[in-house]
Nanobody, 119 residues
Framework: QVQLVESGGGQVQPGGSLRLSCAAS????????MSWYRQAPGKQRELVAI???????NYADSVKGRFTISRDNAKNTVYLQMDSLKPEDTAVYYC?????????????WGQGTQVTVSS
């Protein structure tokens, strides 16, 4: 089993920055892609950014140039640096990873962390 613990959410004014962290723990054999999703009230969950095991990254058009995903493989941790935040970035942000454990290869979700962008 793999557990994901997120941190770093909060409230910030428009134009501000936040850094989210997501640490994976448990009986991990290997972690493949790690990604961030978000879900705003009344909307579907959407992919924000993804980091593959080979180091490739991809972003939603709405966050390109403002958000940066990175990972520390030694710590099984993925980060999301969010700059120039806008009110429309307000959402619950979820970490997701595909990982191999003693149970095989599965997808795992974090508990979510609230990000609120408001003046």
């Amino acid at each position: 089993q793999v557990q994901l613990v997120e941190s770093g959410g909060g409230q910030v004014q428009p134009g501000g920055s936040l850094r989210l962290s997501c640490a994976a723990s448990g009986s991990i054999v290997n972690i493949y892609a790690m990604s961030w999703y978000r879900q705003a009230p009344g909307k579907q969950r959407e992919l924000v950014a993804i980091s593959t095991s080979s180091g490739n990254t991809n972003y939603a058009d709405s966050v390109k140039g403002r958000f940066t995903i990175s990972r520390d493989n030694a710590k099984n941790t993925v980060y999301l640096q969010m700059d120039s935040l806008k009110p429309e970035d307000t959402a619950v942000y979820y970490c997701y990873c595909a990982a191999k454990s003693a149970l095989g290869v599965n997808g795992y979700w974090g508990q979510g962390t609230q990000v609120t962008v408001s003046s």
